[in-house]
């Protein structure tokens, strides 16, 4: 038996809650994640886990067991990496989930750079509005925005992310254009929902010390980001997308600017990691380079004033 290699299967086991899953993320078979939980728990001669026809839990043995096993493999890899890094730049596969609208505007169009910098890691990129289980599905990292719900994860602030209240030039010349958030009720909007939830997000404006917000009702509400810039620039109804966006679809003529001196309040930009997790040398430069590319997007940061071309 591979004894660090049932360590680690024991590991995911109780952080996913499942062996299927904690299987499914370490990309083995069950049969073989069962056996080596099986062969620890006889080389041990304890039980680590009560398992059911429905749900596995700890015993108390096992979560004992677990805290020494979280320490024990992130002092190895800690020690592989610090010897491999002398002779090595980081390597291998890392998982990443970030927002699609980010993905396809920001970060895709700089992974050039990434890889001519670290040409031996693997990046899978998932892109999704949804926050995904980062442990259950075995994601090193995840760009998130929004305030943080999970404490149990390890966050790192990389900037704020600012929107902008626009519509099409075909929409503006039938419907006119708003002037204060107050003029909305009489005009179509485009609605946000949170994939996870199914609530309309809330229009929020700020103006000075003043802060407006409400709810608006719309006759289309989406959850992609893509498709609901797409119905803005469709001439659909007035929307609020991030400033990046707004940016270059007025530089198309696409999208134009309306109530200029009332914009969104930004949100937090995160990256997140799970603090059980040993902060490896591919996922460090990863959250390194983000850190670095939204710190030098004037988008992102807003430094460059949007303006109507």
Request: contains cysteine; glycine residues 6%.
């Amino acid at each position: 038996m591979n004894k660090l290699q049932a360590m680690e299967v024991f590991v995911r086991v109780v952080e996913s809650g499942g062996i299927t899953r904690a299987a499914d993320s370490l990309r083995l078979p069950k049969a073989t994640a069962t056996t080596l939980i099986q062969k620890l728990e006889a080389a041990l001669g304890v039980k680590l886990l009560n398992r059911t026809t429905r749900q596995i839990s700890v015993t108390p043995d096992g979560a004992a067991y677990y805290e020494r096993c979280v320490a024990i493999l992130a002092a190895v890899r800690e020690t592989e990496e610090s010897l491999a890094q002398r002779h090595a730049t980081p390597s291998g596969q890392l998982r990443v989930n970030v927002p699609t609208l980010i993905a396809r505007s920001v970060i895709v169009p700089a992974l050039p750079g990434f890889f001519e910098r670290y040409p031996e890691i693997e990046l899978e990129l998932g892109c999704s509005e949804r926050r995904a289980d980062l442990i259950e599905e075995g994601i090193d990292c995840a760009l998130w925005t929004g305030e943080l719900e999970d404490s149990s994860l390890v966050a790192r602030r990389i900037g704020e992310l600012y929107f902008a209240t626009c519509a099409a030039p075909s929409y503006l010349a039938r419907h006119g254009t708003p002037r204060h958030p107050d003029e909305l009720t009489q005009h179509r909007c485009i609605n946000h929902f949170l994939p996870r939830t199914g609530k309309i997000v809330d229009w929020v404006f700020a103006k000075g010390s003043q802060r407006i917000q409400v709810s608006l009702e719309g006759h289309i509400a989406l959850d992609d980001e893509n498709s609901y810039v797409a119905a803005a620039e469709a001439g659909l109804g007035i929307a609020q997308i991030p400033a990046f966006v707004l940016k270059d679809a007025m530089e198309r003529g696409s999208l134009e600017l309306v109530m200029a001196d009332w914009f969104p309040e930004p949100v937090p930009l995160n990256l997140v990691y799970p603090q059980n997790r040993h902060l490896s040398g591919k996922i460090r430069v990863f959250v390194d380079w983000i850190a670095e590319l939204f710190g030098e997007h004037d988008g992102i940061q807003l430094r460059s004033t949007l303006r109507r071309p």
